[in-house]
C-alpha cells in the first residue's frame, strides 16, 4: 500500500524545518503526557514510537514514574534533531520491530501510525514486546482530518482528469479503531477524540503544512507526475465554494486526532 522508502526520504527532507509544522504533534504530546500521568503505574522500561524532532521524548523525560525510554523513529534526519542526553535513539523502520517479547512496560507513540502497510501485524507485535499488564497509549490521525480537502481533490479530479486518483491514506474512525484492538485482544481500551479546525489563507497554505509534518501521500499507487496550475487553480476555486469564511477571508480544515489507550492482559 504505502511506499516506506520514499515516506522515508520525504521525512528525512521536511526533518530540519519540523518545528514549523508540529503544532499538532505538541498539542497531542501534551494529551499523551497527561494520560500517563494518570495511570496509577510506574514504568521502569518505555518504548517511544516516532521521536519525530523530540517533542514528546522531552515530556516522558521530567515524568519521574518513567525510568528508561527508547526512542525509534524511521528518520535518521529527525533523530538528529533531539538533543536529549541519557536517552536511547534507535533508526528503524516500525513496521520491523527488533525486541524481545515482554521487554517494555509501556509503548507510546504521538501522530506517528498513519502510514503502515499491516497494522494487524504492527498491533500484534506491540502486543507481544509488552509486559504483562503493560500500557500501549498513542494518537493518530482520524478518518474526519481533512475531510475538506478530500472532498475537494475528488471533485478536483473529476473535473480535470475526468476520473479519481489515489490520494488518501488510510484512516481509522473510533469505533473502528475500538473494535480493531478488542479484537486484537487489548483489554480496556479508552478512546478520545478531537476535532480542531485551522484556519489557511489559501489550499497551497494547507497542502504546505501537510507536508511540512511529513503527511503527503506515500501510496504505490498515487499519481507521481506534478499537476499543472489548471489543477492547482480548480481545487482553490472549488475549495472555497464550500469552506470560505468571508468575514475574514480564509479557508478552514478539520484535523481529527484519536487517542488510544489500551492494555495487554
Request: aromatic share 14%.
Amino acid at each position: 500500500m504505502y511506499d516506506k522508502k520514499i515516506i522515508m526520504l520525504s521525512r528525512n527532507r521536511v526533518a530540519r524545518n519540523y518545528n514549523k509544522f508540529n503544532f499538532l504533534k505538541l498539542y497531542s504530546s501534551e494529551v499523551i503526557k497527561k494520560n500517563i500521568q494518570n495511570i496509577n503505574k510506574d514504568f521502569d522500561r518505555v518504548l517511544e514510537i516516532g521521536s519525530h524532532d523530540g517533542g514528546l521524548t522531552a515530556k516522558l523525560k521530567k515524568l519521574k514514574k518513567i525510568k528508561k525510554i527508547i526512542s525509534i523513529d524511521n528518520s535518521i534526519e529527525m533523530i538528529k534533531l533531539n538533543r536529549i542526553s541519557n536517552n536511547y535513539f534507535i533508526n528503524v523502520d516500525e513496521e520491523s520491530l527488533i525486541f524481545k517479547n515482554d521487554s517494555f512496560d509501556g509503548v507510546f507513540s504521538c501522530l506517528y501510525l498513519n502510514n503502515l502497510n499491516d497494522y494487524e501485524i504492527f498491533f500484534n507485535n506491540i502486543n507481544k514486546i509488552l509486559k504483562k499488564k503493560g500500557v500501549f497509549l498513542f494518537s493518530i490521525f482520524g478518518s474526519e482530518t481533512i475531510r475538506e480537502l478530500k472532498s475537494t481533490l475528488i471533485k478536483t479530479d473529476e473535473i480535470v482528469f475526468n476520473g479519481v486518483y489515489p490520494r488518501f491514506n488510510m484512516q481509522f474512525d473510533v469505533k473502528g479503531l475500538g473494535n480493531f484492538l478488542l479484537n486484537l485482544g487489548f483489554k480496556n481500551t479508552v478512546i478520545e477524540t478531537d476535532l480542531i479546525k485551522v484556519k489557511y489563507k489559501s489550499t497551497l497554505k494547507l497542502m504546505r503544512d501537510l507536508k511540512g509534518m511529513g503527511e503527503s501521500n506515500f501510496l504505490k499507487k498515487r499519481r507521481k507526475y506534478f499537476s499543472n496550475k489548471f489543477f492547482f487553480s480548480t481545487l482553490e476555486k472549488q475549495y472555497k465554494l464550500n469552506y470560505y469564511d468571508k468575514k475574514d477571508h480564509t479557508i478552514y480544515s478539520t484535523f481529527e486526532i484519536i487517542t488510544a489507550i489500551c492494555w495487554k492482559e
